[in-house]
Nanobody
Framework: QVQLVESGGGWVQAGVSLILSCQASGRTFSRYAMGWFRQAPGKEREFVAA????????YYADSVKGRFTISRDNAKNTVYLQINSLTPEDTAVYYC?????????????????????WGQGTQVTVSS
């Protein structure tokens, strides 16, 4: 069993940056890839970024490349998502997710079925 708790969301003005955090507990965090997804009102949950268990490989949705950075600190059991130059289109609930042990590569990371545990989400609202 894995518990994931996101934090760092809020109401912000366009153009600023945010760092979202996801604290994990339970299963050995450092052995698994982690991902971030987001879900805007009336839309499906979409992939944002993923990072392999030891951090050298990261993956991003085309829509966020260059503005989003995923990272992890295995000593703190925490994965981060830094979002720069926020726009109103970034308004969504952001979820972190724990990848299944067989989930490897972007083809798996982009789909929700590649993850077996999810946090409750943190709301990010960006005003223009």
């Amino acid at each position: 069993q894995v518990q994931l708790v996101e934090s760092g969301g809020g109401w912000v003005q366009a153009g600023v940056s945010l760092i979202l955090s996801c604290q994990a507990s339970g299963r050995t965090f450092s052995r698994y890839a982690m991902g971030w997804f987001r879900q805007a009102p009336g839309k499906e949950r979409e992939f944002v970024a993923a990072i392999t268990w030891n951090g050298p490989s990261t993956y991003y949705a085309d829509s966020v490349k260059g503005r989003f950075t995923i990272s992890r600190d295995n000593a703190k059991n925490t994965v981060y998502l830094q979002i720069n130059s926020l726009t109103p289109e970034d308004t969504a609930v952001y979820y972190c997710a724990h990848a299944r042990d067989y989930c490897v590569g972007l083809g798996c990371y982009v789909g929700t079925q590649g993850y077996d545990y999810w946090g409750q989400g943190t709301q990010v609202t960006v005003s223009s």
